[in-house]
């Protein structure tokens, strides 16, 4: 005969509490129980899962933790401020640099750069170095500049939250004609963008460089 189950009925693991064990069985043998969430809610799990800690609560819990966390980033024209700071290299990339890939069977390196859900091309080059460079180039348009944007336009928004709701920041890439554009705006909701404050041109040396021009708008 097998061992018998152990009788969870009545105890509390975290916010969940233990009601009856079900007929149900995992693919190891461990039975469900039917538990109560502190939240109301109603869920069946292992007992295995609740007496080593896995589970918590009916899910409630997660999702508490995850809008915290949310609440606590900022989000900013569809940006998160604290992950761009916090970027990382992507695992795949065997060049040793994030954004900077070696092409297959070539000693030659692509170069493109992340922003908002979209990959932009930056070049093709002969040299690391220069693809290393360019990237950083990119970097310092793109990434460094939406963060100094927004930390100029969040210490006003902070001053006044008024004109923050009314001039929203908004920074936009664009890839027109081979050159990666940068704008950005604090203009007043639905009124039309005047003029243009500065503009930079960055230039690489490679063979298939491109331009980035980097834009600021005020209303």
């Not at 409630?60 to 998160?80: M, S």
């Not at 065997?94 to 070696?102: E, K």
């Amino acid at each position: 005969m097998g061992r018998r189950p152990a009788d969870l009925s009545g105890r509390k693991f975290g916010m969940l509490t233990a009601k009856y064990a079900t007929e149900k069985r995992d693919k190891r043998g461990s039975v469900y129980w039917h538990c109560v969430c502190d939240c109301g809610n109603e869920v069946d799990v292992t007992a295995a899962g609740l007496v080593h800690g896995n589970y918590h609560s009916c899910g409630c819990l997660q999702k508490k933790n995850r809008q915290e966390i949310a609440q606590r980033r900022h989000l900013v024209d569809g940006t998160c401020v604290e992950v761009l700071e916090k970027r990382k290299s992507r695992k795949d990339n065997m060049s040793g640099f994030r954004g900077v890939f070696q092409l297959k069977n070539s000693n030659r390196y692509r170069v493109d750069i992340g922003f908002k859900g979209k990959r932009y091309y930056v070049g093709l080059f002969d040299n690391y170095d220069e693809a290393v460079q360019a990237r950083l180039a990119a970097e310092n348009l793109i990434h460094n500049g939406f963060i100094q944007k927004w930390k100029e336009w969040n210490e006003k928004e902070k001053e006044d939250p008024e004109w923050g709701k009314e001039h929203p920041l908004v920074f936009d890439v664009k890839k027109e004609d081979g050159e990666i554009r940068v704008s950005v705006c604090e203009c007043l909701l639905n009124k039309e963008i005047l003029s243009v404050k500065s503009r930079c041109v960055h230039r690489y040396k490679g063979a298939e460089g491109t331009i980035l021009v980097g834009e600021h708008y005020e209303r």
